[in-house]
């Protein structure tokens, strides 16, 4: 090991770190059994120190059971304390901004000081899915989205009061955030003053050029006064580099069968291995790899001390995609205590 890269494995990450779940369904289990492992973690990650617990809204998808962001929130916030919790996020093209303005201002007059309203202007899923969400074409492109974030906006502060009061909602706003994958909600979010959180975890090769547009455009706003970005990140963290490598097999497979059009529940890190790759298919599952951290504490410690810093992030947010949720809890135990040199010391 070189001077440099020796340098990088004794840092340890000293930014906040986050977490986000998919609420992932096992091949064989239930989407019941899905929710109750995040639940899980959700309490073991807040005793861990990570300082919020993000949820993501899709739909259609055999292997993700985090539909209904809203109400999962609720649950998880009825069974943990003291860590934030949010949407990364609430797809706002397939709701009704007062919609959202009420459920997530029912869960902030609930949880006070403790939710968050990730944002984006993706559906998170296909268009006929979208469609049957919204039941009409208005509202679906991504030229509506701005209007209706304004909408949402206005509907928890009041400022341009009209005949449509958000009860819960006015006067009851959550943490508000812009999630973006490309650079229109990087500059959307530096114009507003918002905070902003990146998807690095599936668009790598966008991130920094996101990034700098986001704090190019930046303005001082009531919620902020300096940019605050988050960047998301896969990690898989366990004993050993091969092991996190088999781990994460289910991970990519499940990716390589959306994009092609046949989601289906995670396999096995067994099926996962065995499963028989084109040429062209193991290099789409390199691509996606590229930047994000997987392997021992010490690999993922130098990964994702190298991402903090070539990005600036002022946070970073890991999501674990794996089979069993005893691998998805000791992969966060081992980046807090070995990664992170122990979070709740921080606290």
């Excluded at 949010?86 to 949880?111: D, I, K, R, W, Y």
């Excluded at 949402?152 to 502060?157: C, I, K, R, T, V």
């Excluded at 896969?234 to 490598?245: H, I, K, S």
Aim: proline residues 6%.
């Amino acid at each position: 090991m070189n001077g440099q890269a020796g340098e990088l494995a004794q840092r340890v990450i000293t930014v906040p770190l986050s977490v986000l779940d998919l609420a992932p369904v096992a091949k064989g289990a239930t989407a019941g059994a899905a929710l109750r492992a995040t639940t899980e973690l959700a309490r073991r990650t807040e005793e861990l120190g990570y300082h919020r617990f993000w949820v993501a809204e899709h739909h259609n998808m055999p292997a993700i059971a985090s539909s209904a962001p809203a109400v999962l929130l609720a649950h998880l916030a009825a069974n943990t304390s003291t860590i934030r919790l949010g949407s990364g996020g609430v797809m706002l093209p397939n709701h009704a901004p007062l919609v959202v303005a009420e459920q997530f201002g029912t869960l902030e007059a609930l949880h006070p000081g403790r939710i968050d309203l990730g944002i984006g202007r993706a559906p998170g899923t296909d268009q006929v899915t979208a469609l049957a969400l919204r039941r009409t074409m208005e509202g679906l492109s991504a030229e509506g989205f701005p209007r209706e974030l304004a909408d949402l906006m206005n509907y928890f502060s009041g400022d341009k009061p009209g005949q449509i009061i958000a009860t819960p909602g006015r006067g009851e706003q959550p943490a508000v955030w812009l999630l973006g994958s490309s650079g229109f909600s990087a500059q959307l979010a530096g114009l507003l003053g918002l905070p902003f959180s990146f998807a690095h975890h599936f668009s790598s090769a966008n991130t920094l050029p996101a990034l700098a547009l986001y704090r190019q455009n930046f303005r001082p706003s009531q919620w902020l006064d300096e940019p605050y970005a988050m960047v998301a990140v896969n990690a898989v963290c366990a004993d050993t580099d091969e092991r996190a490598e088999w781990l994460a097999g289910p991970s990519a497979l499940s990716f390589l069968k959306l994009r092609s059009g046949r989601p289906e529940p995670l396999s096995t890190p067994d099926e996962a291995a065995a499963y028989p790759y084109t040429e062209i298919e193991r290099e789409f599952v390199l691509q996606r790899r590229d930047g994000q951290a997987m392997g021992s504490p010490e690999t993922v410690r130098r990964q994702l001390t190298e991402l903090q810093e070539r990005t600036g992030a002022d946070e970073l947010m890991l999501t674990t995609l794996v089979y069993d949720v005893e691998d998805r809890v000791r992969s966060y135990e081992l980046i807090a205590e070995q990664v992170a040199g122990g979070l709740r010391q921080r606290a």
